[in-house]
């Protein structure tokens, strides 16, 4: 069973930065391909990033490309959203995920989730 707890969310201008964190508990870290997915009010849940177990791969939706960058320190547990350039149309709940070894841009293929931090982007 791995848990995992988001935190870094808040309120930033247009233009701004924030980085998410998502600490890891449990089996191996390192055994888990990781992703961040990101709902809006009324909107389905989408994917934005995700990364391989060592970290060597990365893939990004086309939204966020260039301006988002995903990364994981497995001696930390812990995997990074750090998002750039911020838009108003980013603002949504922020969902990191867990599966076991290779990556996915679909969410019902992730087994773990974290409860959500909130990233609200003014205009």
């Known amino acids: ?7 870094g969310g808040g309120l930033v201008q ?10 890891a508990s449990g089996p191996t870290f390192s055994n888990y391909a990781m992703g961040w997915f990101r709902q809006a ?5 989408e994917f934005v990033a995700t990364i391989s177990r ?7 939706a086309d939204s966020v490309k260039g301006r988002f960058t995903i990364s994981r320190d497995n ?12 838009k108003p149309e980013d603002t949504a ?15 019902p293929d992730y087994d773990y989730w974290g409860q959500g931090t909130q990233v609200t982007v003014s205009s």
């Open 1 to 7: 069973q791995v848990q995992l707890v988001e935190s």
């Open 14 to 23: 247009a233009g701004g930065s924030l980085r998410l964190s998502c600490a």
């Open 41 to 45: 009010p009324g909107k389905e849940r």
């Open 54 to 60: 060592i970290g060597r791969g990365t893939y990004y």
């Open 75 to 86: 001696a930390k547990n812990t995997v990074y959203l750090q998002m750039n350039s911020l």
């Open 93 to 107: 709940v922020y969902y990191c995920a867990a599966r076991p070894v290779t990556v996915s841009y679909y969410s």
